[in-house]
């Protein structure tokens, strides 16, 4: 196994146990996670800086936009009884910025590290503070659970 497979190999095994196990996040991590009236919702954030190193991190069908700023964002939708994976959702998300309101976006549904994870890719300032809106229906239920997190970037 080539070098560059081996660390494009890493890094979507270590994006994937990211989402996959929510129980196993460090509490760092621990603002990244809302949790609804029935549901435990997850974000992650990827620059895609960071994936264009690692083309092979994403699967086929998930080519990487070439704007400046963007980044890769997933949620991991859990129910809040069971704990386990809520895999046929349909998510919608935003990334507003202090001066401009996001267009809302569907996040399709992905499998990383044989998880489903639901994504698309945004803009966010490239230094400072994001709000990251995210929607979620579940089938045969009228209820939408909306959530909202707040994530900076940082230019280093």
Sequence with gaps: MSRFHLKSTL???LLGLF???????SAEL????????????????????????????????HPLPSRAHSHHVMIAIFDRAT???ITNAEVTAWVATPKRMGVKHRLHPMSVAGYTTYCNFF???PSGANTIGVEVRRPG?????????????FRG
């Design 11 to 13: 890094a979507a095994a």
């Design 19 to 25: 989402l996959a196990q929510p129980g196993a996040m």
């Design 30 to 61: 621990a603002n990244d996670y809302q949790i609804t009236s029935d549901m435990k919702i997850y974000l992650g954030i990827m620059p895609v800086a960071l994936l264009m190193q690692h083309p092979n991190a994403l699967p086929a069908g």
């Design 83 to 85: 704990g386990e994976r």
């Design 123 to 125: 803009r966010m300032l």
């Design 141 to 153: 239920n009228g209820l939408v659970n909306t959530v909202t997190f707040r994530h900076s970037t």
